[in-house]
């Protein structure tokens, strides 16, 4: 099946710098790639969508200069929080979706906990 | 604006009891409607999907319900197990990669 491989697991930074997530899909070609952020006991909620060499399309209230995301190629996308403070403390998640990908379009990886001191 | 709402919040059941999760939604465009497994510190993980030409699918012990006029599906799990024991999500979506909206999930504790 499809595998998103993401990295690092758990991620501890000091305030002020800078922190790149990755996402890998493993065994398919994602076109499309997805970033979630997930606070403890609450749902999912999606950031920011990217398609495989355009730039990405931002939700509403998330600042895309803080959380800048890439998606170079069809294998791989990062998410670089910058300029991190603890408010930016949080579990997050990529998807992604493509051709190869038997799961209707998505598979997720399996989170970065970033925690911010 | 696309709502899906997910019941209970909640749920405790005992080891062997059958566990029952609703979602409700609101866009009749949908056409794919899954629920999504995530133990703590790990990304969601499809667990069963229905189409909407089918009122329901089994896949084990784990069952959906989908009712279309009532725009609304259930994910029942049979016999559960304390390794059931996790958050569900529903994520309604139409097909084409577009961006999912997840319910608010429903934290489920199978007591030994």
């Given at each position: 099946g499809a595998v998103v491989s993401q990295h690092p697991s758990r991620v501890i930074c000091k305030s002020g710098t800078s922190v790149k997530i990755e996402c890998r899909s493993?065994?398919?070609?994602?076109?499309t790639m997805f970033w979630y952020r997930q606070f403890p006991k609450q749902s999912l909620m999606l950031m920011a969508t990217s398609n495989e060499g355009s730039k990405a399309t931002y939700e509403q209230g998330v600042e895309k200069d803080k959380f800048l995301i890439n998606?170079?190629?069809?294998t791989l996308s990062t998410l670089t929080v910058t300029?991190?403070?603890?408010?930016?403390s949080s579990f997050y998640i990529c998807s992604a979706s493509g051709t190869?990908?038997?799961?209707y379009g998505y598979t997720f990886g399996s989170g970065t906990r970033l925690t911010v001191v | 604006q696309q709502q899906v709402k997910q019941s209970p919040q909640s749920l405790i059941v005992q080891k062997g009891g059958i566990s029952i999760i609703n979602c409700a939604y609101e866009?009749?465009?949908?056409?794919y409607f899954p629920w999504y497994q995530q133990f703590p510190g790990k990304g969601p993980a499809l667990l069963i999907a229905i189409r909407p030409d089918v009122s329901e699918k089994k896949e084990g012990r784990f069952t959906i319900s989908f009712n279309k006029s009532a725009k609304q599906f259930s994910l029942h799990i049979m016999?559960?197990?304390?390794?059931?024991s996790a958050t569900y999500f529903c994520a309604p979506h139409s097909t084409g990669f577009q961006k999912l909206v997840f319910g608010t999930g429903t934290r489920l504790l199978v007591s030994p």
């Open positions: 493993l065994d398919f070609q994602a076109t998606h170079a190629s069809l300029s991190a403070h603890p408010e930016d190869g990908n038997s799961n | 866009n009749t465009a949908f056409d016999d559960s197990q304390p390794g059931d």
